[in-house]
């Protein structure tokens, strides 16, 4: 569920740079319509000029870990040293991402770790089993997963609310505090005003979700991580119907399982419109800044494989 395209590249540039010339020249002499086939076209993007320099450079070093890679490391999380960090965008969520990667999922094919590289403050990648313990937040976190229990993301807040009644007041200060007096019809003390207002937020915040999870692995590996107790008793979300726009789609699978960084992106994009219920702006159109960079790169590179 994930990416690399450095074997492609190098297939690519092992035909030789004459090859490549005319490929590369035939591609900058069609014009936008040719391209309409490309879901991606319509994101609001950065400029990748970066990857293009870092694309022409070929693997460069990792700052941390010296490895040879192509435009990150999917080991330290970090771009390589031909493409600078302040030229990579910064995207910042709404809520905290934590992705739970399956250890057999190959590092240099997941996608999880461009969101790790775009929102660094919000995203944190996990390989199980070693994963938090979520059950004392459970009313404020869910889990991105088809089933028969899951909801869709405009009914998120409706089964938080389920989930904050259950635990009762048991984490409420408020509801151990003593009931006012009841007086005549006059106007409410100031402290009472204070307290309403403080145990109305309380059940506001109470509700609103802070935390999604996501699993990083192939469909056939997620039972393993799905069915870990750990993970028990969270809402689980059903994404849309989406088509995917991954290169590595999994033979036998429809066309609608996302790779990780697509499902990522949707959500949020969804999320942005049915809960925090404002327009959408392309504000994480960047989460896909890599994706559609190289889902170009290899489209373009197999279609001038398929010329010879």
Known sequence: MSSNS????????????KRNTECLESLELQTPSSFQDNPLQQLQLASQEVLEKAKKSG???CPRCSSSRMFYCYTCFVPVETVPTKEIPTVKLPLKIDIIKHPNE???????????????????????PCIPEYEEKRHEIALIF???NSVSVKDIASHLQKHTEKSGCDNDDDCSREPFVKQAKTEPREEEKNVN??????????TRLKKIIFIDSTWNQTNKIITDERLQGLLQIELKTRKTCFWRHQKGKPDTYLSTIEAIYY???????EILKENYKGQYDNLLFFFSFMYTLIKNAKCCAGKE
């Open 6 to 17: 450095s074997t492609l590249l190098n297939e690519e540039n092992s035909q030789g740079p």
């Open 59 to 61: 693997r460069s070093k």
């Open 106 to 128: 190959t590092d240099g094919k997941s996608t999880a770790v461009h969101a790790k590289l775009l929102a660094p403050d919000d995203v944190t990648i996990y390989k199980y």
């Open 146 to 148: 088809p089933g028969p």
């Open 197 to 206: 207002k403080r145990i109305s937020s309380n059940k506001s915040e109470g």
């Open 267 to 273: 959500f949020l994009v969804d999320y942005h419109q």
